[in-house]
């Protein structure tokens, strides 16, 4: 007999997850997903200045900090016919870079490693083997004896203590956690370590864009002056200070992040057949070498996957009609023309409508609508997008820089390339595509410093940045990779006034519910056939998801300019 199980909500940090799963004989037979928060920011946009746009959708999410405001610019400078100059897209790369960097390695440590790590097992490790075990794996030079007794005895005071802070609601003890206690540990002082090391490299983003979180940008280039010699503006010490960081962040990924996490990975190499999901993979491709419209020169190309198929690697055109739609079928919003039509963002809506159950309940009605995600598609097609995407497009397009870094990891673990298609792959590519993102930031940086010294110092392209130089009526499309998959922007301009604007986010793509034909999307796909050991305890629901990094902060409730709630709902476990 069938047992439904709830989990709400299931991100850390991020935002309302609700996953409903169906459980028989100890594995997962149906599952959906739920976003519970209202996601209505495209409204709050209308009728407002486009040059103003990334400011507000940058702070859809402080995790994922710029790639909305990066995005955003893009957008309009699509629709105004705008080209920036090549420093200011390389700034914009270092930037993104960083991002990358930063988000990636939190996410494994602080989002995601606990699924895998016991925390309180790392009391019983040895901190000797641990210390040996450390230094075979890496040359990170925090690997003492010392260093591991210290960290087990912090930890230690927090377990008697009877409060784990940080590390509190774990299923520590789980039957699931496979690490030896000397693994768990090295994940555990890492974790710490990155918490302090993650700080350093968002420096990066307040020197080109002033602060970060949501780091300053500009329609037509970057808001920063070069200014070799001048204090106030991109100096040379900053400019040296942002190649240390970078240098830094390169360190930490090839010395922490991936001995810790082909470590782990070579104790769930199960999980390389858990997990897969879909099958179906859509990336927008990113990093302009030669500027925004050479998608060729993409250090993250363009393309889609279909039923794992690596042979055959599709085109992506964002702009077309029959290339990208939303759904609402199961969602809770509705369209003039009816729930079961498609719209292309250019022609999108935004208009709630709340029909899920009143609280408190204990199961949305999931025949009907049950989230406030709508419903991409691509072609048709429910698509996976996210590092996993990325990793095998550039790999199936055989670029020589993907093919080094997945062969030599898929060697290292002695598994199959198939085993990328499952939650495994998922995690293990996030970390592989950190290693070429800090390789490549330093590839910017250094076409940076060359276009300086040979006497090129523009920052911005103002020639059409007033609304004197626009047409009446202007679209616009901007797209980016950010860390957690496809993101696009699609802007229409009346009257120098925004006159829709929809954003098509990753989570959006990866966590919505079923279209009008039944497909279920990435996150319900890729619990099916999940062993689940303990219903009470579902750890491995978790482990799946988490390996997506989910971020619902892109739902957001609604005010009015009185700070009063215009829609408000509450779900159980908020």
Known sequence: MSKRIVVDPITRIEGHLRVEADIQDGKITDAYSSGTMV?????????????????????????????????????????????????????????????????????????????????????????????????????????????????????KKFVDSGQLGIFANGYWGHPAYKLPPEVNLIGLAHNLEALEWQKEIVKVHAIFGGKNPHPNYLVGGMACAIALDDVSGINAERLAYVGQLLQQGKEFVEQVYIPDLM?????????????????????????????YRDMSSYKFPNGAILGKDISKVYDVDVRKDEEVQEFVTHSWYEYKEGKEKGLHPWKGESKINYTGPKPPFEHLDTTKEYSYLKTPRWKGHAMEVGPLARVLVGYARGREDFKAVVDKALTDLNVPVEALFSTLGRTA????????????????????????????????????????????????????????????????????????????????????????KGQLSAYESSLLNTPVADESQPLEIIRTIHSFDPCMACSVHIYDEHGKHISRISVVGD
């Not at 507000?56 to 400078?77: A, W």
């Not at 930031?441 to 300086?452: P, V, W």
């Open 429 to 516: 590519a996030r970390g592989l595509e950190s290693v070429l993102v800090a390789q490549w930031g330093l590839e910017f940086y250094d076409k940076l410093l060359l276009n300086i010294k040979n006497g090129d110092t523009r920052m911005a392209e103002m020639s059409k940045f007033e609304p004197s130089h626009w047409p009446k009526t202007a679209m616009g499309v901007g797209h980016t990779e950010a860390p957690r998959g496809a993101l696009a922007h699609w802007i229409n301009i009346a009257d120098e006034k925004i006159a829709n604007y929809q954003l098509v986010v990753p989570t959006t793509w990866n966590a919505s519910p079923r279209d009008a």
């Open 39 to 155: 996601r209505l920011l495209e409204e709050i946009l209308k009728g407002r200045d486009p040059r103003d746009a990334w400011a507000f959708v940058g702070r859809v999410c402080g995790v994922c900090t710029s790639v909305h405001s990066l995005t955003s610019v893009r957008c309009v400078e699509d629709a105004l016919d705008i080209v920036i100059p090549p420093n200011a897209e390389m700034v914009r790369n270092i930037m993104f870079c960083a991002q990358y960097i930063h988000d990636h390695v939190v996410h494994f440590y602080h989002l995601h490693a606990m699924d895998w790590v016991d925390v309180v097992n790392a009391l019983k490790a040895d901190p000797k083997k641990t210390s040996e075990l450390a230094q075979s794996i890496s040359h990170w030079p925090k690997s003492s004896v010392g260093y591991f007794s210290d960290i087990q005895t912090r930890i």
């Open 263 to 291: 470590a782990i990975a070579s104790f769930y190499k199960d999980w390389g057949a858990i997990g897969g999901g879909l099958g179906n993979y859509l990336c927008y491709g990113d990093l302009p070498v030669n500027g």
